[in-house]
T-cell receptor
């Protein structure tokens, strides 16, 4: 079955360390996204990529970095510059990049809970 | 910039009853799409229903239906015959039709279902 795999499910790090969250999809989707979810905040877009080797900042990109070297993979690095990194991170993908269609909704992974102490 | 507002942080419904979750949005675009996503305790985001702004007919998916009022920029979700499995967080989301449009989510509403 096709889907999006995020790993690990739980991640713990010490303050000051960079950490990379994995996101892999086998849906052959063009676009991939990273969201951060905090209680009472909904989902906020960190970065998105519409094509390999290209990505754009979302609403809260500061302290994060991404790469898109392969269509299937879109890892997110939480750097030590991110002031409040503890959160739930969701990766998503959609079939079409560029102009949105109602037939290209987001498919989500199961998320990674990152705790930084 | 587009915004999505879900003003009710929590709601509760009796099993088998009907509940309506509210959502309003602000946009200057005339063509766009609206979605409701469900996030159960497993935290997996699940698409519940979708609506195209240029379609006047309200979308329906089994027990889930929407009341789309384009002029009022309102997009409420009605859940009929509520079931215990409907207990979850529900997010309203908007995306414009233009290139580089990004999905914008509301803050969500937590729905509990009383047996």
């Amino acid at each position: 079955d096709g889907g999006i795999t995020q790993s690990p499910k739980y991640l713990f790090r010490k303050e000051g360390q960079n950490v990379t969250l994995s996101c892999e999809q086998n849906l052959n989707h063009d676009a991939m996204y990273w969201y951060r979810q905090d209680p009472g905040q909904g989902l906020r877009l960190i970065y998105y990529s519409q094509i390999v080797n290209d990505f754009q900042k979302g609403d809260i990109a500061e302290g994060y970095s991404v790469s898109r070297e392969k269509k299937e993979s879109f890892p997110l690095t939480v750097t030590s510059a991110q002031k409040n990194p503890t959160a739930f991170y969701l990766c998503a993908s959609s079939k079409w990049a560029g102009t949105a269609t109602v037939n290209s909704p987001l498919h989500f992974g199961n998320g990674t809970r990152l705790t930084v102490t | 910039a587009q915004t999505v507002t879900q003003s009710q942080p929590e709601m509760s419904v009796q099993e088998a009853e009907t509940v309506t979750l509210s959502c309003t949005y602000d946009t200057s675009e005339s063509d766009y799409y609206l979605f409701w996503y469900k996030q159960p305790p497993s935290r997996q985001m699940i698409l519940v229903i979708r609506q195209e702004a240029y379609k006047q007919q309200n979308a329906t998916e089994n027990r889930f239906s929407v009341n789309f009022q384009k002029a009022a920029k309102s997009f409420s979700l009605k859940i009929s015959d509520s079931q215990l499995g409907d207990a979850a967080m529900y997010f309203c989301a908007y995306i414009g039709r233009g290139a580089n449009s990004k999905l914008t989510f509301g803050k969500g509403i937590t729905l509990s279902v009383r047996p």
